[in-house]
């Protein structure tokens, strides 16, 4: 069973940047997905980026240019860095990991962006 703790989610400013971690307790080469979600309040979690099997990335729409999805595969840790970051990124973001048929989610970390 994997675990995932994200880091990183505080408060920024309009325009400004910020980078999430997500490490996990298991190899993350053995994981099928790794991905970042968010949640804002009274909106469903949506796909921010993933990072299949064959290392591709997919980014939501909303965040291709600004955002960008690493892997760490020595220190079982993916990140997001996120630049130009708006309001409407103001949201919980959740790490996610499959294996095995398994989705595990980490607790969430808050990012507030003030305009």
């Known amino acids: 069973q994997a675990q995932l703790v994200e880091s990183g989610g505080g408060l920024v400013q309009s325009g400004g940047s910020a980078k999430l971690s997500c490490a996990a307790s298991v190899s993350i080469s053995t994981l099928s997905v790794m991905g970042w979600y968010r949640q804002a309040p009274g909106k469903q979690r949506d796909m921010v980026a993933v990072i299949l099997s064959g290392g591709s990335i997919n980014y939501a729409n909303s965040v291709k240019g600004r955002f960008t999805m690493s892997r760490d595969n020595a220190k079982n840790t993916v990140y997001l860095q996120m630049n130009s970051l708006k309001p409407e990124d103001t949201a919980v973001y959740y790490c996610?990991?499959?294996?095995?048929?398994?989705?595990?989610w980490g607790q969430g970390t808050q990012v507030t962006v003030s305009s």
């Open positions: 996610r990991g499959d294996s095995m048929g398994n989705t595990y």
